[in-house]
Protein backbone atom coordinates (compact mmCIF):
# COMPACT_ATOMS: atom_id res chain seq x y z
CA UNK A 1 0.00 0.00 0.00
CA UNK A 2 2.04 2.62 -1.13
CA UNK A 3 0.00 5.29 -1.79
CA UNK A 4 -2.41 5.77 1.32
CA UNK A 5 -1.11 9.52 1.05
CA UNK A 6 -2.36 9.88 -2.42
CA UNK A 7 -5.99 7.83 -1.74
CA UNK A 8 -6.50 9.96 1.23
CA UNK A 9 -6.47 13.43 -0.75
CA UNK A 10 -8.46 11.96 -3.23
CA UNK A 11 -11.03 11.37 -1.11
CA UNK A 12 -10.63 14.61 0.48
CA UNK A 13 -11.28 15.72 -2.91
CA UNK A 14 -14.01 13.65 -3.77
CA UNK A 15 -16.04 14.69 -0.54
CA UNK A 16 -15.63 17.79 -0.97
CA UNK A 17 -16.50 18.46 -4.45
CA UNK A 18 -19.51 15.93 -4.39
CA UNK A 19 -20.86 17.72 -1.16
CA UNK A 20 -20.40 21.42 -2.80
CA UNK A 21 -21.89 20.49 -5.96
CA UNK A 22 -24.76 18.13 -4.38
CA UNK A 23 -25.57 21.58 -3.01
CA UNK A 24 -25.45 23.61 -6.36
CA UNK A 25 -27.57 21.10 -7.65
CA UNK A 26 -30.34 20.73 -4.72
CA UNK A 27 -30.16 24.47 -3.81
CA UNK A 28 -29.79 26.10 -7.05
CA UNK A 29 -32.26 29.01 -6.01
CA UNK A 30 -30.98 29.68 -2.97
CA UNK A 31 -27.28 29.70 -4.34
CA UNK A 32 -28.08 32.15 -7.27
CA UNK A 33 -29.70 34.66 -4.86
CA UNK A 34 -26.69 34.76 -2.58
CA UNK A 35 -24.25 35.07 -5.45
CA UNK A 36 -26.06 37.67 -7.23
CA UNK A 37 -25.57 39.64 -3.50
CA UNK A 38 -21.85 38.58 -3.71
CA UNK A 39 -20.78 39.58 -6.87
CA UNK A 40 -23.41 42.62 -6.82
CA UNK A 41 -20.24 45.22 -7.47
CA UNK A 42 -18.23 43.07 -10.12
CA UNK A 43 -17.96 42.16 -13.37
CA UNK A 44 -19.60 39.12 -12.88
CA UNK A 45 -23.11 40.12 -11.19
CA UNK A 46 -24.86 39.60 -14.65
CA UNK A 47 -23.39 36.10 -14.90
CA UNK A 48 -24.01 34.36 -12.05
CA UNK A 49 -26.17 31.59 -13.21
CA UNK A 50 -23.62 30.74 -16.01
CA UNK A 51 -20.71 31.22 -13.63
CA UNK A 52 -22.24 28.59 -11.02
CA UNK A 53 -23.21 25.80 -13.71
CA UNK A 54 -19.65 26.14 -14.90
CA UNK A 55 -18.49 25.57 -11.62
CA UNK A 56 -20.82 22.78 -11.06
CA UNK A 57 -19.59 20.98 -13.88
CA UNK A 58 -15.97 21.02 -12.83
CA UNK A 59 -17.13 19.97 -9.66
CA UNK A 60 -19.06 17.02 -10.75
CA UNK A 61 -15.88 16.01 -12.99
CA UNK A 62 -13.09 16.52 -10.19
CA UNK A 63 -15.22 14.40 -7.88
CA UNK A 64 -15.85 11.80 -10.36
CA UNK A 65 -12.48 11.90 -11.45
CA UNK A 66 -10.84 11.28 -7.90
CA UNK A 67 -12.91 8.87 -6.98
CA UNK A 68 -12.28 6.54 -10.24
CA UNK A 69 -8.32 7.77 -9.50
CA UNK A 70 -8.14 6.54 -5.66
CA UNK A 71 -9.88 3.33 -7.01
CA UNK A 72 -7.54 2.89 -9.79
CA UNK A 73 -4.99 3.18 -7.02
CA UNK A 74 -6.48 0.44 -5.52
CA UNK A 75 -6.78 -1.60 -7.56
CA UNK A 76 -3.71 -1.67 -9.84
CA UNK A 77 -1.57 0.97 -8.47
CA UNK A 78 -2.82 3.44 -11.83
CA UNK A 79 -2.44 7.07 -11.73
CA UNK A 80 -4.13 8.41 -14.46
CA UNK A 81 -7.76 9.33 -13.21
CA UNK A 82 -6.34 10.11 -10.05
CA UNK A 83 -3.60 13.07 -11.74
CA UNK A 84 -6.42 14.32 -13.94
CA UNK A 85 -8.72 14.57 -10.88
CA UNK A 86 -6.19 16.41 -9.00
CA UNK A 87 -5.44 18.70 -11.76
CA UNK A 88 -9.38 19.37 -12.42
CA UNK A 89 -9.57 19.99 -8.59
CA UNK A 90 -6.60 22.69 -9.35
CA UNK A 91 -8.74 24.24 -11.94
CA UNK A 92 -12.08 24.72 -10.15
CA UNK A 93 -10.21 25.78 -6.84
CA UNK A 94 -8.36 28.77 -8.65
CA UNK A 95 -11.76 29.55 -10.93
CA UNK A 96 -13.49 30.00 -7.07
CA UNK A 97 -10.36 31.63 -5.83
CA UNK A 98 -10.59 34.36 -8.36
CA UNK A 99 -14.06 34.70 -7.53
CA UNK A 100 -13.50 35.80 -4.06
CA UNK A 101 -10.55 37.98 -5.07
CA UNK A 102 -13.02 39.28 -7.25
CA UNK A 103 -15.76 39.68 -4.74
CA UNK A 104 -13.06 41.42 -2.34
CA UNK A 105 -13.56 38.24 0.09
CA UNK A 106 -10.18 37.87 1.22
CA UNK A 107 -11.61 35.50 4.02
CA UNK A 108 -12.90 33.21 1.32
CA UNK A 109 -10.15 33.35 -0.70
CA UNK A 110 -8.53 32.24 2.07
CA UNK A 111 -10.41 29.50 3.00
CA UNK A 112 -10.08 28.33 -0.65
CA UNK A 113 -6.26 28.71 -0.71
CA UNK A 114 -6.56 26.07 1.88
CA UNK A 115 -7.95 23.86 -0.24
CA UNK A 116 -5.22 24.26 -3.06
CA UNK A 117 -2.23 22.72 -0.95
CA UNK A 118 -3.51 19.19 -0.90
CA UNK A 119 -4.56 19.45 -4.25
CA UNK A 120 -1.31 20.45 -5.55
CA UNK A 121 0.27 18.09 -3.59
CA UNK A 122 -1.72 15.36 -5.61
CA UNK A 123 -1.17 16.55 -8.95
CA UNK A 124 2.58 16.60 -7.73
CA UNK A 125 2.22 12.92 -6.21
CA UNK A 126 0.24 11.77 -8.92
CA UNK A 127 2.52 13.03 -11.90
Known sequence: MNNVASILILAFLTITFLQSGY???FYW??????LKEHFAKTQLKNQVPLALLHILILELISSILCIVGA???LMNDGREYGFYGAVFSCITLLMLFFGQRLAKDYDGARTIAIYFIPAVMAVYWLN
Open 23 to 25: DKL
Open 29 to 34: KDNVSW
Open 71 to 73: IQL
